[in-house]
């Protein structure tokens, strides 16, 4: 899943030096993007021998460069697994209709619109001004997994990138209380579908790259997209600020999502703290009690709260 192609034509001889840098950039994000998404793939399990991947393409530049990478990791794969392309036309209107039919077309792979009406429904039940993300979300669910069924797919992949992960986890903390953020893979509440995310590792700056050197015919969404004053987009602003005044920082705070101590958290559901004895055995992950923690967090907080409240 981690191989790497080059199918490029050779430089002629009197390309310029920042062409030639562009082209060997735009080389190296496309090996990036194919190795996170490969990694990924491995390290969960998202993809195995036989599977029929819906992916779910809603016209942004997320889900394009998800189905890009993907049939590109086909191509090469060590297993073989079928790509359908599926998108919901929820009657916006201005939809241009006739852009991902075409675009899919061209690109020669199986795909499948479904047209339903929930724009009306959003706006009918929410009122205006009011997020319509919950909704809108919950509706495009039920009915992307009913076309699952129909489809006989056995994995549906979504374009949620690590951007997209952080973000959850911070509006779940600030907001709802919750430790918590999107998993990579996971069953749907149904227990009838496999959920799966290939561009867990990928940073939401690549797939923007990516998806101006490919030029995808990108579709504007005129619910959420349309929305300025969501929190998401706060937290959103947060990670970037913070990513662009501390390098590194994003990267370690996903890495933390991936190595969770429940010993040293508060969720007696997660760890045993009532029955915890004293065995005598010394612990290496042990509570450091009286240590001098080596890294100075609180400093930075009142800032980072002030622009997620805006």
């Not at 793939?41 to 809603?58: A, H, L, P, T």
């Not at 697994?81 to 036309?89: G, S, T």
């Not at 020669?108 to 997020?131: A, C, L, M, W």
Request: hydrophobic share 40%; net charge neutral.
């Amino acid at each position: 899943m981690n191989a790497v192609w080059i199918d490029e034509a050779p430089a002629a001889a009197d390309t310029t030096a920042n062409s030639l840098k562009i082209e060997r950039e735009t080389h190296k994000l496309e090996k990036r993007l194919c190795r996170e998404v490969g990694k990924a793939i491995v390290d969960y399990n998202m993809i195995e021998e036989g599977d029929k991947v819906m992916v779910c393409v809603s016209g942004g530049k997320d889900s394009y460069a998800l189905l890009d990478i993907l049939l590109k990791l086909k191509a090469r794969a060590p297993i073989h697994f079928d790509i359908v392309a599926v998108n919901l036309d929820q009657k916006q209107p201005g939809f241009p209709e006739e852009v991902l039919p075409k675009y899919l077309s061209d690109l020669g792979v199986d795909f499948h619109i479904e047209n339903q009406d929930t724009y009306s429904i959003v706006k009918r039940v929410i009122p205006e001004g009011k997020t319509t993300c919950g909704l809108c979300s919950r509706l495009r669910r039920g009915i992307l997994y009913r076309v699952a069924d129909e489809l006989g797919a056995t994995k549906v992949a979504l374009g949620h990138h690590r951007d997209d992960m952080l973000q959850t986890f911070f509006l779940n903390m600030f907001f709802a209380g919750k430790l918590k953020s999107m998993p990579p893979k996971l069953v749907s509440d149904d227990g009838k579908h496999v959920v799966i995310r290939p561009l867990a590792y990928v940073a939401e700056k690549d797939t923007v790259r990516w998806a101006q050197h490919r030029e995808f015919p990108i579709i504007p969404c005129t619910l959420c997209g349309s929305q300025e004053n969501l929190q998401r987009k706060q937290v959103g602003e947060m990670l970037r600020e913070w990513d662009k005044k501390y390098p590194g920082r994003v990267e370690n705070m996903f890495t933390a999502l991936q190595n969770v101590v429940p010993s040293h958290l508060l969720d007696g559901t997660q760890h045993d703290f009532k029955g915890l004895k004293a065995t005598g055995v010394a612990d290496d992950d042990g509570d450091k009690a009286f240590d001098t923690p080596s890294f100075d967090l609180l400093s930075q907080a009142p800032s980072a709260l002030r622009i997620v409240q805006g």
